[in-house]
Antibody, heavy 123, light 113 residues
């Protein structure tokens, strides 16, 4: 069965750093574009980053220069290094797989989602 | 960036009746190279991650009941639930994947009347 399991969330002070991890199983991780999507409590969905199978990375302006997405195919793992965190980064962070039937230079719909890991930025 | 605007914000529909959700993109998500609309729909129930329902604007994901259908092209899209069931109570989101940044609509909450 296909699974994505996020970890690494927690409470961090503004300006601090946190590294999220996502463990994948049940599919060929190395062949999949992978993404992070976040959702503040009671709010909508916001795409945070993407990494293609060749390691190419993409970010929205809101996190570019502060967040770094990476992958380790040998460990079937996806990561998100988050630096210079702000209160506005407080959210549930989901790991999601790009739907291979739709991916266009790593722009994809998302067919598999984890259950998320909560990040709270507060003093 | 492509802005996705959904309407209404919420709607209440009687069991067995039709529910219609609209999504408008600020620019066309129709590709001239393959004539496909880069538009997906998701369902999110409380406490759960989103679930992919529809991609390419009208292709149902495997396992999704056929009461869910997607239509539209260019900048205007619709998700229709033909006969609302109790388990369809959720928030529904549209998303474009025409390029980065990927963006979602603000969501439409569907409830039982």
């Amino acid at each position: 069965e296909v699974h994505l399991v996020e970890s690494g969330g927690g409470l961090v002070q503004p300006g601090g750093s946190l590294r999220l991890s996502c463990a994948a199983s049940g599919f060929t991780f190395s062949s999949s574009d992978m993404h992070w999507v976040r959702q503040a409590t009671g709010k909508g969905l916001e795409w945070v980053s993407a990494i293609g199978t060749a390691g190419d990375t993409f970010y929205p302006d809101s996190v570019r220069g502060r967040f770094t997405i990476s992958r380790e195919n040998a460990k079937n793992s996806l990561y998100l290094q988050m630096n210079s965190l702000r209160a506005g980064d407080t959210a549930l962070y989901y790991c999601a797989r790009g739907n291979i039937l739709t991916c266009n230079y790593t722009a994809c719909s998302f067919d598999i989602w984890g259950h998320g890991t909560m990040v709270t930025v507060s003093s | 960036d492509i802005v996705m605007t959904q309407s209404p914000d919420s709607l209440a529909v009687s069991l067995g009746e039709r529910a219609t959700i609209n999504c408008k993109s600020s620019q066309s998500v129709l590709s001239s190279s393959n004539n496909k609309n880069y538009l997906a729909w998701y369902q999110q129930k409380p406490g759960q991650p989103p679930k992919l329902l529809i991609y390419w604007a009208s292709t149902r994901q495997s396992g999704v009941p056929d009461r869910f259908s997607g239509s539209g092209s260019g900048t205007d899209f619709t998700l229709t639930i033909s006969s609302l069931q109790a388990e369809d109570v959720a928030v529904y989101y549209c998303q474009h994947y025409f390029g980065t940044p990927l963006t979602f609509g603000g969501g439409t909450k569907v409830e039982i009347k």
